[in-house]
């Protein structure tokens, strides 16, 4: 079965610093997905991620894929209060449509 | 936006009652799905369905479990005889064909007494 870790697990930051959070799987990734969980919502999808090498920006926000597909991870520039919240990364179990879900990252921007 | 919506977004149940959650997924979806994410821990994979069948089940979906597609548009969860360790966020999700992205909704908070 396929492990997701993320790292750190818990990060609390002043706004405007830069941070990078980390996802490593126990196996080469099928379809890397980056969410993020705000309290009381669902996990909504940032980000999906298939080939290896690439590196994909959404606003402030770039995600990177390892070269062997195994690891990822985000970069914030600029952090603001808004981006609080529960960053998931996830993959598809195999050939199912089934979500493995990592550990998550509880990041915690302060004005 | 389509969204996927989910009631209640509260239930407080007595061990050994049964519960009901109710999902509406989106409207063109043909994959449904339910997650549970226990207090501090991952978000946990139950089941999937599709074509108005079970296309995957977890180890945690067990003989108490069982999902519906009642009349076409909503999909319910129900917990036969729930557990102290039942208590979780529940969250329903749908998407299209193939890997298509998964919705989520904001979840039940399920609390066992």
């Known amino acids: 079965t396929q492990l997701l870790e993320q790292s750190p697990q818990f990060l609390s930051i002043q706004e405007g610093e830069n941070l990078t959070v980390y996802c490593n799987s126990s196996s080469v990734f099928s379809s890397l997905q980056w969410y993020r969980q705000e309290p009381g919502e669902g996990p909504v999808l940032l980000v999906t991620v298939v080939t290896g090498g690439e590196v994909k920006k959404l606003k402030r926000l770039t995600f990177q894929f390892g070269d062997a597909r195994k690891d990822s991870s985000l970069h914030i520039t600029a952090a603001q209060p808004g981006d609080t919240g529960l960053y998931l990364c996830?993959?598809?179990?195999?050939?199912?449509?089934?979500?493995?879900f990592g550990t998550g990252t509880l990041l915690a921007v302060q004005p | 936006e389509p969204e996927v919506t989910q009631t209640p977004s509260h239930q407080v149940t007595q061990m050994g009652q049964e519960v009901i959650l109710r999902c509406v997924p989106i409207?063109?979806?043909?994959?449904f799905y339910w997650y549970r994410q226990i207090l501090g821990q991952k978000v946990e994979f139950l089941v999937s369905f599709y074509n108005n069948e079970i296309s995957e089940k977890s180890e945690i979906f067990d003989d108490q479990f069982s999902v519906e597609r009642p009349d076409g548009s909503n999909f319910t969860l129900k917990i036969r005889s729930t557990k102290l360790e039942d208590s979780a966020m529940y969250f329903c999700a749908s998407s299209g064909l193939g890997h298509q992205p998964q919705h989520f909704g904001d979840g039940t908070r399920l609390s066992i007494l």
């Open positions: 409207s063109n979806h043909l994959y």
């Open positions: 996830a993959d598809y179990g195999g050939a199912t449509n089934k979500l493995i």
